[in-house]
């Protein structure tokens, strides 16, 4: 290559570079812009949210005083069925906004990827929902100890363990012997697999595709608590560490949720 072509090709190099600079900086601010809107929404709407559900707990008190034969009266306990509806309905829509948060959260947390190992980081998951198992006998089969540590950040990891523990709890929380399997199975070089395996309610198959979708339920709200917030986290979390995370399952025999991430380097 003589000296201009190689004069042509450093500067077509160099805009090439610029422009994936200002292309980079464009993504980060209109991240931003979006973080910043949410947030903005978030405490718009929260203060309308609070007058709802709080002078929603002042007509009822108010009901409340009224005397005994007038508050059996059909229109009153209907009227008190219809304040339990807008102080539900006022509750979800917090929780809701809760979950838009914390999807923009994760998806402007700098990421700081070390090895984690996933043994540790899976007790440090169950360790945080004790609260959602006690009182239950829940057989715990955890086999990962022997995995290659993964390359990730180990509060973003977390997040998707805790959540999809905690998904494994709840979902079992009808079952007669609920059983909650984490274990190791086949993967790529390079790659670290592993599955959450309950023995709970799952869900219809053939809705899979939505499963990870933000506020998209498989189950009834009345069945099982939750936004459908908590699997499109996931989701987020693994897309940004160059993961998939994938689920199937069987209607009342249970779901299975796979995760394939990055080794640790070395490993």
């Known amino acids: 290559m003589n000296a201009p072509d190689a004069s042509a090709a450093e500067g077509e190099l160099q805009q090439a570079r610029a422009e994936l600079a200002r292309a980079q900086q464009q993504m980060a601010d209109m991240a931003a812009a979006q973080e910043e809107f949410l947030r903005a929404v978030s405490h718009d709407l929260r203060a309308p949210l609070r007058h709802v559900t709080s002078y929603g707990t002042l007509v009822r008190e108010v009901l409340g005083d009224l005397p005994a034969d007038v508050l059996q009266r059909a229109e009153v306990q209907e009227a008190l069925r219809f304040l339990a509806t807008m102080d539900q309905s006022a509750r979800r829509m917090g929780l809701m906004i809760d979950g838009l ?66 998904n494994a709890l709840k979902f079992s929380r009808a079952t007669a012997q609920p059983c909650i399997t984490v274990a190791a199975t086949a993967a790529p070089e390079g790659q670290v697999a592993f ?71 070395g490993s």
Do not use: I, K, M, Y
Request: with cysteine; hydrophobic share 50%; net charge neutral.
């Open 101 to 166: 948060l914390a999807l923009a959260r994760t998806g402007r947390a700098p990421l700081q990827l070390q090895p984690v190992a996933l043994g540790d980081a899976v007790a440090q998951a169950r360790q945080a929902l004790a609260a959602a198992e006690a009182g239950r006998t829940v057989q715990w089969r955890v086999a990962v100890d022997a995995l290659p540590p993964l390359r990730a950040d180990p509060a973003l990891l977390h997040a998707l363990l805790a959540e999809l523990l905690g």
């Open 195 to 265: 599955v959450v395996q309950d023995n709970g309610a799952g869900f219809d198959p053939a809705r899979a595709g939505s499963l990870f979708g933000v506020f998209q339920r498989l189950h009834r709200e009345a069945d099982f608590e939750g936004v459908g917030a908590g699997l499109a986290l996931c989701q987020q979390v693994a897309r940004r560490h160059g993961a998939e995370v994938a689920a199937t399952a069987t209607p009342g025999e249970g779901c299975t949720v796979r995760v394939q991430w990055p080794a640790a380097q």
